[in-house]
């Protein structure tokens, strides 16, 4: 409770002084403020910690009592227009006295032109907007005049002159500055440079005794080429040791009056110009140029070339030479070469071949030794003057470019000819075809000379169409091929070869020449000269006369004739024929023969009548084509009897062999790769083979029990076999029986092959999708049966067998007869509809009766135990109703 007490008047007090502190603030430049007579006075006001409205009205007040702060008079107000005294409501209304608001709570009070009488006490005052009234609401600040003491002029007080300089020169330029002012004041001295249409300051001494260079002047002044001297009598002088032609303009000294405030500032006070001189700075002539102008020199010869330079400069200067060299004339400085240059203490870069010699003080002398071509260009100097400077250091006053001088190089060109020629010619197509590029005559072939060739093809057009050249290959100055678009691919497969096979001779070899080849061809010889960097230039190129590799271009013919060796043979004996061909117009021809048959008979397998039987290739291959007769698979030979004549076999003939038999014969030629191509393709007489037939005549026909079924039914079809003629035993008769279908009526459709039945017995059947099945069996010597279980719909369609009648012979021999083919029989599958419908109409019912006991079952098990409840009934009374007599 004790420290409860004593603290509590200290935080009292503490609040006491928080709410005094956090009062209005109201301030203003601490006094006195020295100002110059003549000059404008700007004094700045501004309120802070304030309540009410963000923006602050002011009100100022003059009084020429410094010591009582009393008698103030009304100046000017933002808020009041009749606050203004009469003693200054003129020089308000003419502006010259203004207030400029900054902000909000900030004005400044401008006097444009400050007088004696303008010295004394200001007073900013701030009409109260705070709900308590605690802080200051003004502040005083006192204003002292004093008179303009201050002087500033050009060198000897004169008017602006003109200075005229060369470049180089030197030059000064002086200012007089001074005051006599009562306040201790320093001076601030600028001078400034214009030669555009603002001043840049160029070097200054500040207020407090500091040297300030401009930006643009900064490494100049660092260098001593521009410097500010303070020289007796208040004079103030700019050296400038090096005049460059950017110091043309004029120049001014800005002197400013500063002095030190009460808060230990400096402020200043005024400011005054003087316009010293205008100086013009003539450039420094240079003229450079070459002796020569164009310039024709021989390879492996001396160029010499002498700059000169002109100049209307005197006095010590050192000249800088560089010789430059490009390949066109509108190469920049940057893209030129430089050869070789001479510094401003003759210094001279090294070179091999090239050497810099000063002549005079105005020539040097270039000598390029042992020029080669690709010397050929242009070339020109550069000059550039510099000059000394009082640091030692030097300065470059001007620079200059000589125009390009022309100089040709000529080549010592090589003398030689460029023959050419065919080593192996084509006389048929895919021969190879050899040409030979020749130098001949070769003069001035020296080691720095080589040659290279590029081969040309070129197209035989009509005489008024135009010539085109195809390049096949050419060699660079390293002989690496670069093959044409033309030959690239067959280059590179080995079908195109190009060579050196001595020094003066290039080869050209075409492996297989084809069609397209078909053409002149020509050679260009180039020559190259090895340059001083080990690069090589073409100097000259000669063509040779061109050659035409053409061939006779006649139709190939081919001629092929079968002629029949034995023109009366029986069944069973063997057949031959031999075919021989001749051919035209073919290189170095081979031919594959392939045996043909044209059966008169109906055979199945080839509808159209035409069957390959065996073949021999190019190679001399032999291949079976067609042949497919188990029990004669050696039964057919063929065989190259000479290069043209080609003999067929066929042992132990049948009847079915009866037909056109012919060679087809194609004729190939060497094609490139080891390849051969396809030449031209013949056909033979035909060699007819025809039996006189004297045996049994065989028949068949195609019967059923019945051709309408029902589907999932079984049908049989029989295939009776009926002879006529000679009785033959019947162990002497064997069959080879075959079942089709075609799933059509109008037979407009394919035959689709059910099964067959040889005559060893051995059934085949055809490989079927549905679910039906069929059985082939012999039910007779001459009757054969096919059985379809379980037809289907597929089933449906006309049926027919064919049958191939083997007879024995008396030597024992089976010889096969023609084949015969029944006539159809249309067999029609029908659905059942009562069967069809029988099976789901069962399933369906038994299926609702099943569900629908299952159904009371649940409903009589579900109220008998799940939903039963007991209801407790009110019990009534019974009785019968009284008459109204009794009542």
Not at 510 to 528: L, N
Not at 626 to 649: A, C, H, P, S
Not at 780 to 790: D, I, V
Not at 813 to 831: A, D, F
Request: with cysteine.
């Amino acid at each position: 409770m004790g420290l409860r007490g004593e603290s509590a008047p200290l935080l009292l007090l503490f609040l006491l002084l928080f709410a005094c502190c956090h009062g209005r603030i109201v301030k203003v430049p601490e006094g006195p403020l020295v100002r110059v007579e003549g000059t404008e006075v700007v004094i700045p006001c501004n309120v802070s910690q304030y309540d009410g409205p963000s923006e602050q009205n002011f009100d100022w007040e003059f009084s020429t009592d410094t010591t009582q702060n009393s008698n103030f008079v009304h100046v000017v107000s933002t808020w009041d227009p009749w606050f203004t005294s009469t003693k200054y409501q003129d020089r308000v209304n003419s502006m010259e006295i203004t207030l400029r608001r900054n902000s909000n709570d900030a004005v400044e009070l401008v006097i444009g032109n400050i007088y004696p009488s303008d010295q004394g006490m200001y007073r900013c005052t701030t009409p109260s907007t705070d709900a308590v009234v605690q802080g200051n609401y003004n502040a005083v600040v006192e204003v002292k005049v004093i008179a303009d003491g201050l002087t500033v002029s050009g060198s000897k007080a004169r008017a602006t002159s003109t200075l005229n300089l060369s470049e180089g020169d030197a030059f000064q330029l002086r200012c007089s500055a001074s005051t006599n002012s009562s306040e201790h004041t320093h001076l601030y001295v600028s001078w400034e440079f214009k030669n555009g249409l603002a001043w840049q300051e160029i070097l200054s001494l500040t207020h407090d005794g500091k040297f300030q260079s401009g930006l643009e002047y900064s490494e100049r002044y660092i260098s001593g080429d521009v410097r500010l001297d303070a020289m007796a009598n208040d004079i103030y002088r700019l050296s400038v040791s090096q005049a460059l032609p950017t110091d043309e303009g004029a120049y001014r000294c800005r002197v400013s009056e500063w002095v030190k405030g009460a808060d230990g500032s400096w402020q200043k006070i005024q400011e005054k110009t003087a316009d010293v001189a205008n100086v013009v700075v003539q450039p420094t002539a240079l003229g450079v140029f070459i002796t020569r102008s164009n310039v024709t020199v021989t390879e492996r010869e001396s160029l010499d070339l002498t700059c000169n330079f002109t100049t209307d400069r005197s006095g010590i200067f050192q000249a800088e030479v560089t010789w430059y060299f490009s390949n066109s004339p509108e190469d920049t400085l940057a893209e030129a070469q430089v050869l070789l240059s001479a510094d401003r203490d003759s210094v001279i870069s090294d070179s091999t071949l090239i050497s810099l010699s000063h002549v005079d003080r105005s020539s040097y002398h270039l000598l390029i030794r042992d020029v080669s071509l690709e010397d050929s260009g242009y070339y020109f100097c550069q000059a550039a003057l510099w000059v000394p400077q009082h640091n030692g250091s030097w300065h470059k006053v001007a620079e200059r470019t000589s125009l390009p001088v022309t100089v040709d190089v000529l080549a010592v060109e090589p003398n030689y000819n460029v023959f050419l020629s065919a080593s192996k010619t084509p006389k048929f197509a895919e021969d190879p075809t050899e040409l030979e590029c020749r130098i001949t005559e070769a003069q001035n072939t020296e080691a720095n000379i080589r040659f290279t060739v590029s081969w040309y093809y070129r197209l035989p057009l009509r005489s008024d169409e135009v010539v085109k050249d195809l390049l096949l290959a050419t060699m660079d100055a390293d002989w690496t091929l670069v093959v044409g678009d033309r030959s690239k691919q067959r280059a590179q497969n080995g079908e195109i070869i190009f060579s050196k096979p001595t020094v003066d001779t290039f080869r050209l070899r075409i492996q297989w020449t084809s069609e397209a080849d078909r053409g002149d061809y020509y050679c260009v010889i180039s020559s190259w000269s090895r340059q001083r960097n080990n690069s090589w230039i073409k100097i000259k190129d000669v063509a040779s006369m061109p050659v035409s590799i053409l061939w006779s271009t006649q139709d190939y013919a081919l001629t092929v004739e079968a002629v029949k060796l034995k023109p009366f043979f029986m069944a069973g004996h063997t057949f031959e024929m031999t075919c021989k061909v001749s051919s035209q117009n073919i290189r170095s021809p081979r031919y594959s023969v392939l045996i043909t048959a044209e059966k008169t008979l109906n055979d199945q397998t080839h509808p159209n009548g035409t069957t390959r039987i065996i073949s021999l290739n190019q190679d001399s291959v032999v291949r079976r084509e067609d042949w497919t007769d188990q029990d004669r698979v050696d039964g057919v030979v063929l065989e190259k009897v000479q290069e043209n004549e080609f003999r067929y076999r066929m042992y132990q003939t049948q009847i079915s062999d009866a037909g056109l038999y012919r060679c087809v014969v194609t004729a190939w030629s060497p094609g490139g790769g080891g390849m051969w191509r396809e030449a031209v393709n013949g056909l033979s007489n035909p060699i007819q083979i025809d039996f006189q037939v004297s045996g049994p005549v065989f028949n068949v026909s195609v019967h059923s029990d019945r051709t309408t079924i029902y589907r999932g039914e079984l049908v049989n079809l029989f295939c009776i076999i009926t002879v006529e003629g000679p009785v033959l035993d019947l162990d002497d008769m064997s069959f080879d029986v075959s079942w089709f279908a075609m799933r059509s009526i109008t037979m407009d459709r394919d035959p689709v092959f059910l099964a067959s039945l040889d005559r060893k017995g051995i059934v085949t059947q055809a490989r079927r999708n549905g679910s039906s099945d069929v059985s082939l069996e012999r039910i007779a010597p001459l009757e054969f049966r096919l059985r379809l279980h379980g037809c289907e719909d597929q089933d449906f369609g006309n049926h027919y067998c064919l049958v191939t009648p083997w007879v024995q012979s008396a030597a024992g021999v089976w010889q096969q007869e023609m084949e015969i083919k029944s006539k159809p029989i249309l067999v029609t599958v029908k659905m059942d509809v009562l069967n069809a419908f029988k099976f789901p109409l069962l399933i369906g019912v038994g299926l609702s009766t099943v569900i629908g006991l299952l159904s009371c079952l649940i409903g009589y098990c579900t109220s008998r135990w799940c939903c039963k409840k007991e209801v407790q009934e009110t019990r009534r009374e019974r009785r019968r109703l009284m008459s109204m007599e009794m009542d």
